[in-house]
């Protein structure tokens, strides 16, 4: 079985099998061991434990031979105790199959709790059994497992190499169940389940993941969110519901996001905003004390106090603050289009938007989120406009804005949450103008008309609270973790080796139109302000929210990273770009896109092939160095 692929030690590894199935001792032929301690207990309560005899079972991770008696370091599930064997206590025979066991073997032990001359607890071993034989070889001890890609890919040896990683998902679970604990006891929520495949993509904006049901020949949407569910359970009288679990959605990877995910979203019959405040507040508090014992929050460095009451923010309030607008005193869509414009907003983007409402969330997205410190919080962010907000109330004092809060911890968003919208007439002409914006091609992420939960809401839906949580960003938050693929198991990966290459489209040059060369001229010394230079790329992901907008890490030659975003998805996917090189300008100022600092321009071939727009990204040949200069 692939023999041509192992190396020496694995060789190695595969004749000890052989000769132990040979001997009548297949280890794969073993089905159970009587465990009745593990290692911490036994270390905790050697007082009580001394000179008992105990059965426990685990993987060899050092092993010190010394004639006829033996050291050797057993982990399980608890950690590692040290067992101590010798010949004259399991046997020569035993001794001696023993002798050729390896780092990673999986072990039975009987024997007496006892402590060394140098005070470690250890076992006396009686009796030891091979359960299971390692044929991989594991990372050595003194550098481990590091390489991060490999770590994400290989948990199971992750999770075997370094003990921190496995403290991290025992405290997810607590975090989890403390939640569930939370909403359960101190609020009285259900837990229920809703569909995963549905054949409508709703509850929140975002680009779904799509499969197709055979039987009904019907294409089915992965669930991006469960919202329209559990509001449906509200109507039907179960005035308390939530549910815990994974939501898809087909949209661009970085240390925030992964496109499957853990989210909570539970609503509330007879509550609104400020009761769904209450219980996010609770939970992450209670969450926090349960795993780490203060309110303290230290994340990468900085320290965050989730102690309730959290602060609150408007959101037309913050744009004012940092950009100097104030929309309160701009009424048309006009004058907000121009005032973003003025202020420095992309002209295009701008007038795409189109509205006053989609102009502040885009005001507050570009120039307010990724000022250092600003959101750090915990802060709920209210005031959202109508445009952005379908499913949520509006607000009685003031229609352009919805009853929803967003809250912050570190910058980023943790949790969403609205005075539900019960109004079926309302809904209905909000859905309807979202499906207009898909339909029209302006915005593929708008929520598409729901008729059946526009019924449910003429049936009658009470005034409602409904909250969602990102389970996975709160336990990066409390768990200390940079990266959301640090506290998920098996984080979403490109596969090993897979190398996507475009298809290489037959081009009829006869279609093909370019614009005319310009005539004025430009001397050497202006086209020389120009720098031009060879770029590697090291990462690229699409950007959220966006249809077109690819974001790149670069190589410049500089030492340090440089981030360029290019509107170039329509045509190239982000995993076949990275490791090529490309030509970049790499002296134009910073500017804002999609709330990220560009710095510099990609460079692209433009022409219009059969009236559609027809782009080739520069690709330079991967012998030129970063940084080297166009001339």
């Given amino acids: 079985m692939y023999a041509e692929d192992l190396t020496e030690q694995r060789r190695i590894r595969r004749q000890k099998l052989k000769e132990l199935q040979e001997a009548g001792r297949n280890p794969f032929l073993q089905e159970t061991w009587n465990v009745t301690a593990h290692s911490m207990d036994i270390k905790d309560n050697f007082d009580a434990m001394e000179d008992e ?15 006829k008696a033996a050291f050797f370091d057993m982990q399980d599930k608890q950690g590692r105790i040290q067992c101590y064997v010798k010949r004259d206590d399991i046997g020569a025979e035993e001794y001696k199959w023993f002798k050729t066991y390896d780092i990673g073997d999986i072990v039975g032990v009987e024997g007496r709790v006892f402590k060394t001359k140098t005070d470690e607890i250890s076992v006396h071993v009686t009796r030891l059994v091979l359960l299971s034989k390692s044929l991989q070889v594991l990372p050595d001890k003194w550098n481990g497992l590091k390489d991060t890609d490999l770590r994400y890919r290989q948990r199971y040896v992750d999770l075997i190499m370094n003990p921190q990683v496995r403290d991290t998902f025992i405290k997810r679970t607590k975090i989890v169940h403390e939640i569930k604990r939370v909403l359960e006891e101190d609020y009285g929520y259900m837990e229920v389940d ?5 054949p409508i993509a709703g509850g929140a904006n975002a680009r779904p993941f799509v499969t197709h049901h055979n039987t009904l020949d019907i294409d089915l949407y992965m669930r991006i969110a469960n919202e329209l569910y559990l509001k449906r359970l509200i109507v039907g009288g179960l005035d ?5 679990g994974h939501m898809f959605r087909n949209e661009g990877m970085d240390r925030n996001h992964n496109p499957e995910f853990t989210s909570m979203e539970c609503y509330m019959a007879y ?10 507040e609770q939970i992450v508090y209670k969450a926090q004390m349960a795993v780490n014992g203060t309110p303290i929050l230290t994340y990468q460095g900085k320290e965050f106090d989730v102690t309730p009451p959290w602060k609150r923010l408007n959101m037309t309030d913050a744009v004012k603050e940092i950009t100097g607008v104030d929309f309160n005193k701009i009424e048309s869509d006009e004058d907000a289009v121009q005032a973003a414009i003025d202020y420095g907003m992309d002209e295009e983007e701008a007038r795409a938007l189109g509205n006053r409402g989609k102009i502040i969330a885009e005001m507050f997205e570009s120039y307010c989120e990724d000022v250092p410190g600003y959101l750090d919080g915990p802060v709920f962010v209210v005031g959202h406009p109508v445009e952005i907000s379908p499913l949520a109330k509006r607000d009685p004092e003031d229609p352009r804005v919805t009853r929803r809060f967003e809250a912050y911890i570190n910058g980023w968003e943790v949790a969403n949450a ?7 007439i309302d809904q209905y002409e909000r859905f309807a103008e979202q499906q207009r914006e898909r339909d029209a091609g302006v915005d593929d992420e708008a929520h598409p008309m729901d008729m059946d939960f526009v019924n449910a809401l003429e049936v009658g839906l009470p005034p409602t609270g409904g909250l969602g949580v990102g ?4 336990i990066m938050l409390i768990t200390n973790s940079p990266s959301i693929r640090d506290v998920i198991l098996f984080p979403t990966m490109k596969p090993e080796g897979l190398k996507p290459v475009r298809e290489k489209e037959e081009i009829d040059f006869s279609k093909v139109r370019v614009e005319p060369l310009f005539e004025d001229m430009v001397d050497f010394d202006t086209f020389s302000k120009s720098d031009f230079r060879a770029v ?13 907008l690819l974001q790149f890490t670069l190589n410049d030659g500089s030492g340090k990273d440089r981030t360029i975003l290019s509107g170039i998805h329509p045509w190239y996917e982000p995993e076949e770009l990275v490791g090529k090189t490309a030509l970049a300008i790499t002296n134009l100022p910073p500017r804002k896109m999609m709330g990220v600092e560009s710095c510099g321009m990609l460079c692209s071939m433009i022409c219009d092939y059969e009236g559609e727009e027809h782009l080739d990204f520069i690709l330079l040949d991967d012998h030129i160095p970063a940084g ?4």
């Fill in 271 to 280: 509550g609104n905003m400020e009761s769904t405040m209450d219980v996010t």
């Fill in 53 to 67: 005899e105990v059965s426990v079972a685990g993987r060899i991770m050092s092993k010190r031979v010394m004639g």
């Fill in 194 to 198: 809703t569909p995963i495949l549905s």
């Fill in 471 to 474: 389970i996975d960003r709160v």
């Fill in 536 to 548: 590697k790329i090291k990462e690229c992901f699409a950007v959220p929210k966006s249809n077109k």
């Fill in 240 to 244: 308390r519901v939530y549910e815990m």
């Fill in 418 to 424: 609205f005075s539900e919208l019960n109004d079926p």
């Fill in 628 to 631: 080297a200069k166009l001339y």
